[in-house]
């Protein structure tokens, strides 16, 4: 995971559309959506975007696992009711939060951590301006691009979520164990496609799991001790190595990538095609004909890779935006601001 960042000079390329073209195209999607701009803060927190990228950046150095953790929680974050920053929010005596829900009790603090530092900047140069859900935007691009991945615009003016509940988690996240028709189904609640689902799995070219995520398809896949026949064995048997001691100790993990862990690329479909995948959920992307051929296509072209990835971002990061009144403006990220005065 320390790994200095590789060569970035597969960056996306920006596609420019007419104006009026892109304001049908956002106004179709979603309302809220189409009231965002890049330039949000420009007049009233015009260094907002540096402040972040200076936290988030320090952030990485000094902790490397930060940015696919960064990826997760923003991932767990939109799929649960929009990119509204309502994962950032800590349970009280009165209200089990997202962030406790059991899909997410897995997702590291360092996160949670970034955010919190970034928000605490800002305050001090512009308080009571700039979103949470702006802020965990705005980080997850910097630290994907900090590990050598490509630009992506992010459209700010987010509201904050006015509500958190770990109740409104279950059957909105993917988790490792679905089926590709529950996967399709997962990400077409919100909007996203096939080509999105398969772009966005790239994420795991960072990252670790947790043994107890795949130990099913690694211990005893048949019930006779066996493992998932789709699995390259000289793998399994790394990962039995590695897991041995998982249920004493479920901090024991396996990275995503074991190839480079600490770099955003298209190794990660390589991986695929030669059954190094970790999760179940991502073999079956090589093994169902709806998505080895993207696959197989990022496998082999890193910039397409990045092309699609980059589209899957940016409109993954306008679903179920707050605006106006739908939100506010959090003083802290992980609390109501009707709990905080």
């Given at each position: ?35 965002l701009s890049a ?94 859900a702006d802020i ?206």
């Open positions: 995971m320390s790994k200095k960042v590789g060569d970035v000079s597969m960056a996306a390329r920006v596609v420019a559309f007419p104006p009026a073209l892109l304001l049908l195209i956002l106004s179709l999607a979603s309302p809220a959506a189409a009231k330039g949000y803060y420009q007049k009233t927190c015009p260094k907002a975007e540096q402040i972040i990228s200076d936290v988030v950046t320090g952030k990485q150095i000094s902790t490397p696992t930060t940015a696919a953790g960064s990826l997760r929680l923003f991932f767990h974050d939109c799929f649960v009711g929009g990119c509204d920053a309502s994962m950032l929010i800590s349970s009280n005596a009165f209200n089990r939060a997202e962030r406790d829900a059991d899909d997410n009790v897995s997702l590291p603090g360092d996160a949670f951590d970034t955010v919190i530092r970034a928000k605490t900047a800002l305050e001090l140069q512009c308080p009571g301006v700039v979103s949470c965990l935007a705005l980080a997850t691009r910097d630290l994907v691009l900090m590990l050598g991945g490509p630009f992506y615009t992010v459209r700010l003016g987010r509201k904050d979520a006015l509500a958190s509940t770990a109740a409104s988690v279950p059957g909105n996240l993917p988790n490792p164990n679905m089926t590709m028709d529950q996967l399709i189904d997962v990400f077409a609640k919100k909007k996203m496609t096939v080509q999105d689902m398969v772009a966005l799995s790239g994420a795991h070219t960072v990252g670790f799991s947790h043994c107890n995520q795949f130990a099913s398809r690694v211990f005893n896949y048949d019930g006779r001790g066996g493992h998932d026949p789709t699995m390259n064995p000289e793998y399994v048997a790394a990962l039995k190595q590695a897991c041995a001691n998982y249920e004493k100790d479920p901090t024991i993990a396996a990275f995503n990538d074991l190839m480079t862990p600490g770099k955003f690329d298209n190794l990660y479909y390589q991986n695929l095609l030669r059954g190094l995948g970790l999760l179940a959920s991502d073999s079956v992307l090589a093994a169902d004909k709806r998505t080895r051929p993207l696959v197989e296509l990022y496998a082999a072209n890193q910039t397409a890779f990045f092309n699609d990835f980059t589209k899957a971002m940016e409109k993954l990061s306008l679903v179920g935006v707050k605006t106006g009144d739908k939100g506010e403006v959090r003083r802290r990220c992980d609390e109501f601001n009707s709990l905080s005065t």
